[in-house]
């Protein structure tokens, strides 16, 4: 994937360059805003382990979309086999198959996502017990950790004695924005990364008005160093009549930067998923249908190791990942309980140059803040 993957040294700074090398034992945590090169130095963390001939690796992330993301990235730095990199969820599952089949007999398959966590958490203690000796992985690499909890991350700790996880708080979604500032307690080396360099300045300051910092310092916008003089960046909110008048506008908008940005993906982020159905057949009989990925289908077509460039991704799979452009399609969907500042905050800072929010009717007062530019105070007969 074009400008996604780092393919020299010199693209890395000081702090990230320290990072990789580390010393391959221990427990380390990265933590860093979008943008800082997380999930890269996850992939080049794996391929130093991986160079010290450490070969039995596993890298676990939240969603399917990110494990795909990273293998993508794997593929074009080589090293490490797909199988090696998992979600969670479905390491989770095999391992249990492997060393504790019988405690699958009463797993609630059709629970909720908390019911089926704190199975899956019982059933791997049981698993943990069955494996003979130390270190069933050489080492364990987890990106976005923040979404994991602490007990999930302490079943990691029983299978390996180098375990590196990376995360950001403030991408927090089905965690509960507890599990970073735990994990200093448990011993984990923590490793802070300030600057980011893919946002664009118009992004940033969108993103720093979805979730505001605590400290001016830590805005996104006063870490900037994404160069706009190569790339203006932009954001904006368009409201439209209808959902088509959205597609339409968008689809036009798609098209010129396919020619802007050569070879540049472009990400089309959606609140829910039944929306993918309705973009499927708005983009059906268009010139762009076959270079359209929908991530909801779990196949190489629709992945990022397709030839593809445009992809279509519900927003909370969407962590993780990264795009020249990114589209915020149909946000009048984005309700309760899908409001949390986290999860805009997490949309906005996948784009890169550009960021376009669609809606018809009314859009969440959130959003609409985000993305207003300054205005001058108005009139007091403006107020009547």
Do not use: C
């Amino acid at each position: 994937m074009q400008g996604n993957w780092w393919t020299k040294p010199e693209q890395l700074d000081e702090d990230q360059k320290k990072f990789v090398s580390l010393d391959s034992d221990g427990k380390y945590l990265l933590v860093g805003p979008p943008g800082s090169g997380k999930t890269n130095l996850i992939v080049l963390r794996a391929r130093f382990i991986h160079g010290m001939g450490l070969r039995n690796i596993l890298v676990l992330t939240f969603t399917r979309v990110l494990k795909d993301f990273i293998r993508s990235g794997m593929a074009e730095k080589q090293g490490l086999g797909s199988e090696q990199i998992q979600t969670f969820k479905a390491w989770a599952l095999s391992h249990i198959q492997s060393y504790a089949p019988d405690q699958l007999k009463s797993y609630n398959r059709s629970g909720d996502f908390k019911t089926q966590q704190q199975q899956i958490v019982e059933m791997l203690k049981v698993a943990n017990q069955r494996v003979h000796g130390k270190n069933l992985y050489d080492a364990i690499l987890v990106d976005e950790v923040q979404d994991l909890d602490i007990e999930e991350v302490n079943m990691l700790m029983r299978l390996s004695e180098r375990i590196t996880v990376a995360g950001d708080s403030k991408q927090t979604i089905y965690g509960s924005g507890q599990t970073i500032s735990a994990l200093e307690k448990l011993g984990f080396v923590k490793v802070e990364l300030r600057y980011h360099y893919r946002i664009g300045t118009a992004i940033a300051d969108v993103a720093d008005k979805a979730l505001q910092p605590e400290r001016e310092t830590d805005k996104l916008r006063v870490n900037n160093n994404y160069n706009e003089r190569n790339l203006q960046s932009r954001a904006e909110l368009l409201e439209y009549p209808s959902r088509q008048a959205q597609f339409e506008e968008m689809y036009k908008t798609i098209e010129l930067q396919l020619r802007s940005y050569p070879g540049e993906h472009i990400g089309i982020i959606i609140p829910v998923r039944p929306i993918v159905e309705e973009l499927r057949a708005m983009f059906e009989n268009t010139a762009l249908t076959s270079s359209v990925a929908y991530h909801t289908d779990d196949t190489d077509e629709h992945s990022f190791q397709s030839n593809k460039l445009i992809h279509v991704i519900v927003l909370k799979s969407a962590k993780g990942t990264e795009f020249r452009a990114v589209h915020l399609f149909g946000l009048e969907e984005l309700k309760y309980p899908q409001h949390r500042r986290e999860l805009i905050y997490t949309a906005v800072t996948r784009a890169k140059t550009a960021l376009t929010g669609y809606y018809t009717g009314r859009v969440n007062a959130p959003i609409s803040t985000a993305f207003t530019k300054f205005q001058t105070p108005p009139a007091l007969a403006d107020l009547f």
